[in-house]
């Protein structure tokens, strides 16, 4: 499939699950200035809201871009790491991304300490891109110690 094929189906897609209306409605709501980007996504420009604590964050076609950070054009990496999250959204039929990235980033979280190293969403969007550094995971039992004293033998 062509890119502009795969834009034009993420965008319809993203319209029809609803996700796309509900990031423009985010924008609105939060007094964003909205405008076209590229390959059909929309630039909401001027966000100032504390949480979440990202310089841009996208909601199906909708990415929203912290007031202060540099024009979108001029950082073009971070435009396509939040691009990948655009197809996510469609991927996940829309707003149910938003619960399958909060277990994906609470994962990343217990083995690594930061909710994007092992995140499968910020990972298949470019860690390095979307301005995280990748961080190293704790081995998986170190995260169950009750576990294993519980399963310890017992004389
Ligand atoms: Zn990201």
């Known amino acids: 499939m062509a890119a502009t094929d795969r834009a034009r189906w993420r965008s319809a897609a993203n319209w029809l699950n609803l996700a796309t209306p509900c990031g423009l409605l985010l924008a609105r709501a ?5 405008r076209s980007g590229p390959r059909g996504l929309y630039l909401a420009l001027g966000y100032r809201l504390d949480l979440p604590d990202a310089a841009a964050f996208t909601v199906g076609n909708v990415v929203l871009w912290r ?3 540099d ?6 990496g971070l435009i396509v790491h939040e ?4 197809s996510q959204y469609a991927w996940c039929l829309g707003l149910p991304f938003l619960p399958l990235y909060a277990v994906a980033a609470g994962y990343s979280w ?3 300490g930061d909710p994007a190293s092992r995140n499968v969403f910020e990972r298949q969007a470019g860690l390095a ?3 995280y550094t990748q961080r190293r995971s704790r081995p998986i039992g170190a995260l169950l110690p009750p576990l ?8």
């Open 129 to 131: 891109a979307g301005g």
């Open 67 to 69: 007031e202060g950070l």
């Open 71 to 76: 024009e979108p054009e001029r950082c073009p």
């Open 30 to 34: 939060t007094g964003c200035r909205v």
């Open 148 to 155: 294993r004293r519980w399963s310890r033998p017992r004389g």
């Open 110 to 112: 217990l083995r690594t």
């Open 83 to 86: 691009e990948r999250h655009a």
